[in-house]
């Protein structure tokens, strides 16, 4: 007695929930992708924001030429002159 009503297995019931997992498996593998798309993005833009951070706050110190150490003297040196007179 495997009618209708005797809870037998129907193969186009199988099929189409066969069908209907395989279509929320590429969802869910479709969201985990664009999820990790995401984070992956996230991460580098974070990386470029840190690398901008640190290269501008190294650039208040080792940017541009030396100053003049010879100038710096003279300058320093008529200061006292002008001071003492």
Not at 34 to 48: A, I, Y
């Amino acid at each position: 007695m495997s009618g209708p009503g005797s809870g037998g297995t129907n193969p186009r019931k199988f099929s189409e929930k066969i069908a209907l997992h395989n279509q929320k498996q590429a969802e869910e593998t479709r969201a985990f992708e664009q999820l990790m798309t995401d984070l992956t993005v996230s991460r580098v833009e974070f990386q470029k924001v840190q690398q901008l951070r640190l290269s501008q706050s190294r650039g208040q110190y080792y940017g541009g030429s030396l100053p003049n150490v010879n100038q710096m003297c003279n300058t320093a040196a008529e200061n006292q002159v002008k001071k003492y007179s």
